[in-house]
């Protein structure tokens, strides 16, 4: 079983919606939880930690489930500019600088 | 700050050739690591380190090389190219403090293409 596993997708959405998916992850033990985002051809940039149950930045927020070992992302009030790759990240236990990464889910937001 | 650089952004080899793909950082940070994105694929960890004079392997690490001789430079030397080696690589830095070692900061890729 891969440590990190994500829905490829992808979602297409209309503007003005909400997305939500999901990443699961194998390791029981791990405490912190990171989405990043990437766009076509770019470097991923960090969108949101998870240290506790979960994190809400503007319309974007993160639930961390640990009983079924999964971390959602929820977008609301979809935009143009949201439409990227997201990328599930769990450091490793107990050396959290070695990230796993899942291989990323594509939203892609219509006008 | 320029955060982190990577040089070249593209770079085509022949099987067999050897080269280097340079990394640097100016943000202090004690990690620094290396990884493949292949399509389909998470990015996976060639190297890391967690500081000047130490570097150990991760998840891919045949075929590569590194060292790290300062905090801010961390090169990655591919010894005899393959075709398998084809990708995308993206270099990163982290700080150890508190608890942003998964908040990495990475470069903006060296697309390499061997044939």
């Known amino acids: 079983r891969k440590e990190v596993e994500q829905d490829p997708g992808p979602f297409n959405v209309p503007e003005g919606a909400t997305v939500a998916f999901n990443c699961t992850y194998s390791?029981?033990?791990?405490?912190?939880f990171f989405w990043y985002r990437q766009d076509c051809r770019k470097e991923p940039k960090l969108l949101m930690s998870v240290y506790s149950s979960g994190n809400e930045d503007g319309r974007f927020t993160a639930q961390l489930n640990r009983a079924s070992q999964y971390i959602s992302l929820l977008i609301r009030d979809s935009k143009l500019s949201d439409s990227a790759t997201y990328l599930c990240v769990v450091p490793g236990v107990p050396n959290d600088y070695k990230l796993s990464f899942g291989a990323g889910t594509t939203v892609t937001v219509r006008a | 700050n320029a955060g982190v650089t990577q040089t070249p952004k593209f770079q085509v080899l022949k099987t067999g050739q050897s080269m280097t793909l340079q990394c640097a950082q100016d943000?202090?940070?004690?990690?620094m690591s290396w990884y493949r994105q292949d399509p389909g694929m998470g990015l996976r960890l060639i190297h890391y380190?967690?500081?000047?004079?130490?570097?150990d392997q991760g998840e891919v690490p045949n075929g590569y090389n590194v060292s790290r001789s300062t905090t801010e430079d961390f090169p990655l030397r591919l010894l005899s190219a393959a075709p398998s080696q084809t990708s995308v690589y993206f270099c990163a830095s982290s700080s150890k403090r508190g608890r942003a070692e998964g908040e990495q900061y990475f470069g903006p890729g060296t697309r390499l293409t061997v044939t």
């Open positions: 943000m202090n940070h004690e990690y």
């Open positions: 380190s967690v500081g000047a004079g130490i570097t």
């Open positions: 390791n029981s033990a791990s405490q912190s």
